[in-house]
């Protein structure tokens, strides 16, 4: 039973309760459990993700207490999104970091912290909740909170087979391979570097040609400022210049210990712009593996993708998924924060938003980048 009581509600033996600073430093130490042992980066990386977010004033956060003592946490992000015509725009929040003690899992604290969020900002300006990131156990928990599933997480990808199986084969002696090449530097009107230049990337967007029946991500200065300071990823930027102007840039998370790359952002006036980068970081074997979110991709993308040697099943990535036991898909989440029930509360203007057919996405929406 759960009874209100101001910021907090007491569910079974635990209370839950609004995020306060107080307990910051227990959380950062509950959140070993999914980000490691390094404590420095932790807490880097929580001040970068819900302290310094542009568009919060103040974190938000829900904290399952029991005993006193922080047994759970779940973060929110929020993020701004725009109709293509610019008319309209909105806010949604998004379920993140969410962490629950090892001795309190399976009691149901996850979906408890997710409702108490969706009641406490039911009359505020945030449109829905979205679930862009989390594990197969939170996706259950959304799904019994009420979320509904509105994007099937699949990938496209692409294999330097050679590249790969020399890996594999070193991981076996437990030898590390040899480090990324060099890859920094200027190919003619292609520049390589781990810099952002969020500015240039601002002012691209603001001149690539929107469909009004869709739904985008806002990636305005303030965002970009912010996004790829990511303490706990490393990114590459791919510039395609023409003088002065950037034409186009696609954005690599790369994983060192693998040599894998994956296309998380990427904007361009022109298609053969993205045609040209992606023609440079294969033909230079710059990664063992690519992979790009495969949602709603434009056509023309797609036949590019296709082109270059990109699928989206392989023999690799099946093996892989029968070693790991993976059987379960992923999905992207989404849940009004007024009564689901009422139909106009899932659109916007006049797009349902419960279809993947009606948004732009690129995987920078997700914190797992």
Same mark, same amino acid.
């Given at each position: ?22 307990? =910051? ?5 509950? !959140? ?22 542009? #568009? ?12 006193? =003592? ?28 969410? +962490? ?42 959304? &799904? ?7 994007? =099937? ?50 002012? &691209? ?11 985008? &991500? +806002? ?18 930027? #791919? ?48 990664? +063992? ?39 379960? !898909? ?9 009564? !689901?029930?009422?139909?106009? #509360?899932? #659109? ?16 920078? +929406?997700?914190?797992?980048?």
């Amino acid at each position: 039973m759960i009874r209100n009581k101001d910021q907090k509600v007491f569910y079974k033996d635990y209370e839950i309760r609004t995020y306060h600073p107080d307990f =910051k430093t227990q959380i950062i130490d509950l !959140e070993r459990l999914l980000w490691g042992e390094d404590a420095r980066k932790n807490k880097a990386y929580f001040e970068w993700k819900f302290e310094n977010s542009p #568009y919060s004033g103040e974190m938000i956060g829900t904290i399952g207490l029991y005993k006193g =003592k922080v047994i759970s946490f779940n973060g929110i992000s929020i993020l701004k999104w725009f109709l293509g015509d610019k008319k309209e725009f909105f806010y949604t929040i998004g379920s993140t970091g969410s +962490c629950v003690h090892v001795d309190h899992r399976r009691k149901g604290l996850h979906t408890t912290m997710v409702s108490f969020i969706n009641k406490k900002y039911k009359k505020s300006k945030f449109k829905v909740m979205t679930g862009f990131s989390g594990n197969l156990a939170s996706i259950a928990s959304g &799904l019994k909170a009420g979320w509904v599933p509105f994007a =099937k997480r699949k990938y496209l990808r692409r294999y330097n087979y050679w590249e790969f199986m020399k890996r594999e084969f070193l991981k076996i002696f437990n030898t590390k391979p040899t480090k990324i090449q060099n890859i920094f530097g200027k190919y003619g009107n292609i520049e390589v570097t781990q810099n952002v230049n969020p500015i240039a990337m601002a002012n &691209l967007k603001e001149k690539i040609p929107m469909n009004k029946n869709l739904i985008y &991500l +806002c990636q305005d200065l303030s965002f970009l400022q912010w996004r790829f300071l990511n303490p706990r990823v490393k990114y590459i930027f #791919y510039y395609i210049w023409n003088n002065d102007k950037l034409n186009g840039y696609i954005v690599i998370k790369y994983y060192n210990r693998t040599g894998a790359g994956k296309i998380v952002d990427y904007a361009y006036l022109d298609v053969r712009s993205f045609q040209e980068i992606l023609n440079l970081l294969i033909t230079r074997r710059h990664y +063992c593996l690519l992979h790009i979110l495969d949602v709603n991709l434009n056509k023309d993308l797609i036949k590019i993708l296709y082109n270059f040697g990109f699928h989206q099943r392989d023999l690799i990535s099946k093996l892989i998924s029968k070693k790991r036991k993976i059987k379960k !898909e992923r999905y992207f989440l989404i849940k009004p924060l007024k009564d !689901e029930k009422q139909e106009h #509360y899932w #659109y916007i203007d006049n797009l349902d938003m419960r279809k993947i057919k009606n948004w732009k996405l690129t995987e920078i +929406c997700s914190d797992d980048v």
